[in-house]
């Protein structure tokens, strides 16, 4: 039974858990915070398919025979010493204390351990299995759902990839309805050097979440996006400067505000930022559904 | 299911349990197999009760998850330090991005070992070495999965009897030379300084010589884990029968059993590296041409994106980087990262894939550094 564990049933437990929390996550609108869009049918679709299968298993599972490389323990263990790998046992055996410590590798060497050894490292194996079970339901089906934070900004450089698909997504953007513009849009129009002439008749409402300028954390904060690829790994921090001293002691950082005001130049002297919004209303403002652009 | 079936089966059990370090006398061996093919035995009289109990104890458990969701706390609370929060939301966003594709995969694997007839692959595949590898190479063109998918198919075709380097081949291969990666490097780049070209050509190459390398091992099956390989020989020597959706489903469990505890290591590997390792550094490497490209295999390595959009993720440093290392980037990052060798190290032994990483770093090197040079 505790091999049947590591070898079966640790699987359909942390399937059953993922489908669980990803068609949760798709019910209630929330997979948007890991994963981009385009996957959100696939993933769904993919969901209720496993869910046929894990679901079968429970069904299957418990009627089968002990499991194959159970059947091999027993069955094949002197032959295996006979096979052109016994020389290779010590290298194997180095390998394998390795793995044991990401606890999913249960094979047992055959013969080469003492009999105690042997049950420690399957007691270990089981132990592993079921504490990667018990954590990952703790990650996905107790842990609130939630976005990045300031902390990952800091970590990936705000505004360093807008500056991607240069002259033409710039020319794009340049004479569109500035209205519809998003964070992401004018950081690139920003970063790209438009320069303070062409924001001077320019005025934007944008939302974002709050973090601080780096360079002058009193008066500028970013009000910032994550561009997302592919999932929240690959999200990329995008912000446009806001001019308002004390901001700190109305806004936490994190929070999410709508501002509205022109462009001009900035007039912070320690921030890098040449432009920036002076704000004639800063809105704390509910995190949308969608908090990452793409 | 006969009554002295079942018995065996506890026997069976009982002696796995009961004790783990005895040798067991080679007599044993004719019973074990007899328990194991009562597992093929459709059971007719008690089956569908059992079934049911078993239908209705996975439903209700999932009920259960269900419910432990709903009552959890749906609003991250104040207090947690941002660093624990975003380790979780990105560990997660890895897991549940990637969960769908190793789904496929095993599907797609189960497929192959159960439902594909046992000469297909003999009778399709050439009989000389290098070209059966640049065949398997082009695989990806068929199936279209993402990398963490490959990895269970790659599975499910060595235990069809395919060798280690053509399986190794194909887990290169295909994350590059299939129509979405092909078709999104393109939409990113266009023809623009051969990174497109440089990406194809580059694939194809390094995993064929990956591929060649793997073969010139007098025991490939040495590069497997003792217990993968130990499952293709059984596999080869005692092959299965019987219900092809009961099995489906019981390889189901036992693949999902190896590859979700891996794709969890992996996930969790992969989230930590984000909330300790600052991008800023690798930023600013941008502009040298030998550092850049090992900047950005660097950035390829931690960051574990899907082969699929990886090239959108890079188009927005385009100006940043030269197209050397954006090359290397498309290229080493499709065949290894953190996530991937979590995966792999399911199937293949440490050294296999410490061998497989560097060789295709090395390679990457090259082909930035070349591509740098010409474009």
């Known amino acids: 039974m505790r091999d049947r564990f590591v070898s079966r049933w640790a699987g359909v437990l942390l399937s059953l858990v993922g489908i669980v929390a990803t068609v949760w996550l798709a019910a209630t609108g929330q997979l948007g915070l890991y994963i981009h869009p385009r996957y959100y049918v696939f993933t769904t679709v993919m969901a209720v398919t496993a869910a046929v299968f894990t679901v079968a298993a429970f069904a299957i599972v418990p009627a089968s025979g002990p499991a194959r490389d159970e059947e091999r323990e027993l069955g094949d263990e002197h032959e295996h010493d006979h096979h052109h790998h016994g020389h290779d046992h010590d290298h194997d055996h180095d390998e394998h204390d390795e793995h044991d410590e990401h606890g999913h590798d249960h094979h047992e060497r055959d013969g080469h351990d003492t009999p105690s050894g042997q049950a420690g490292r399957r007691t270990a194996a089981v132990v592993g299995s079921v504490l990667v079970t018990v954590l990952t339901t703790g990650a996905l089906l107790v842990l609130p759902p939630a976005t990045l934070t300031t902390s990952t900004v800091d970590q990936r450089d705000l505004n360093a990839s807008v500056a991607g698909p240069a002259a033409v997504e710039s020319a794009d953007l340049i004479g569109g309805d500035y209205s519809t513009f998003t964070v992401k849009d004018w950081a690139s129009l920003i970063r790209q050097g438009a320069d303070e002439d062409f924001f001077a008749d320019k005025s934007a409402t944008l939302t974002g979440f709050v973090t601080p300028d780096p360079d002058d954390p009193d008066n500028v904060f970013y009000v910032a996006r994550f561009v997302v690829t592919c999932c929240a790994v690959d999200a990329q921090p995008v912000g446009v400067a806001v001019y308002s001293p004390d901001w700190a002691s109305r806004f936490p950082v994190d929070s999410w505000v709508t501002v509205t005001g022109p462009f001009g130049a900035n007039p912070s002297l320690a921030s890098l930022q040449t432009i920036a919004i002076t704000p004639e209303a800063i809105n704390p403002t509910e995190q949308p559904n969608e908090p990452y652009v793409y | ?375």
Request: proline residues 6%.
């Open chain 2, 1 to 375: 299911m006969s009554g002295p079936a079942w018995n065996t089966e506890g026997a069976t059990e009982t002696a796995a349990e009961g004790a783990p370090g005895e040798r067991h006398p080679r007599g044993s061996r004719p019973s074990v197999h007899r328990g194991h093919r009562t597992l093929d035995v459709v059971p007719t009289r008690r089956a569908a009760p059992r079934l049911a109990t078993g239908l209705t104890a996975g439903i209700a458990l999932a009920v259960v998850l269900l419910t432990l969701r709903v009552v959890s706390p749906q609003t991250p609370s104040e207090g947690v330090p941002e660093q624990v929060r975003d380790f979780f939301t990105l560990s997660i966003s890895v897991l549940v991005e990637s969960l769908p594709f190793v789904f496929l995969g095993v599907i797609l694997s189960i497929a192959v070992r159960i439902f594909v007839p046992e000469t297909l692959f003999t009778r399709l595949l050439p009989t000389h070495p290098v070209a059966r590898r640049a065949v398997m190479s082009l695989l990806g063109v068929l199936l279209p999965v993402c990398e963490c998918g490959n990895v269970p198919l790659a599975r499910g075709l060595l235990l069809k009897g395919l060798s280690v380097s053509e399986a190794m081949t194909f887990l290169l291969a295909a994350p590059i030379l299939n129509p979405v990666t092909i078709i999104t490097t393109y939409q990113a780049f266009g023809w623009d300084n051969g990174i497109l070209v440089g990406r194809i050509l580059g694939g194809f190459v390094i995993a064929n010589l990956i591929g060649w390398l793997f073969s010139l091992h007098p025991h490939q099956e040495q590069l497997l884990t003792p217990r993968f390989e130990a499952a293709c020989r059984m596999d080869h020597d005692h092959p299965e029968t019987g219900a092809r959706m009961r099995r489906s489903v019981l390889a189901f469990a036992e693949e999902t059993s190896t590859m979700l505890p891996a794709l969890v290591v992996g996930s969790a590997i992969a989230g930590a590296i984000q909330v300790g390792v600052s991008r800023e550094t690798l930023a600013t490497l941008g502009g040298n041409p030998v550092l850049s490209v090992l900047a950005l295999m660097a950035l390829a390595f931690i960051i574990a994106i899907c082969s699929n959009v990886d090239a959108f993720f890079i188009l927005s440093f385009g100006s940043t980087f030269l197209p050397g290392s954006i090359v290397a980037f498309l290229v080493f990052g499709a065949m290894v990262d953190v996530k991937m060798l979590a995966l792999l190290r399911t199937t293949f032994t440490a050294s296999a894939l410490l061998r497989v990483t560097a060789t295709v770093g090395l390679c990457c090197l090259v082909l930035g550094l070349g591509v740098n040079l010409l474009a």
